[in-house]
């Protein structure tokens, strides 16, 4: 999912986010994150099952 990164390059752009948002705020960043991969996702599905359509025609 994150290509090459590796665990010292995530544990890094944590510690980023953590700078700039908060502690405060990161429950909700990754709530916020959470629903917005979920959509994508969703939104492929959708698109995939839309041409799956097409082509039956």
Do not use: C, H, Y
Not at 1 to 30: C, R
Not at 36 to 51: L, M
């Amino acid at each position: 999912m994150f290509g090459k990164l590796g665990t010292q390059e995530l544990l890094v752009i944590f510690a980023i986010v953590l700078v700039v948002f908060g502690p405060k705020q990161l429950p909700k960043l990754g709530k916020t994150f959470g629903k917005t991969i979920k959509s994508f996702k969703d939104g492929i599905e959708e698109s995939n099952i839309e041409d799956s359509d097409i082509e039956d025609i």
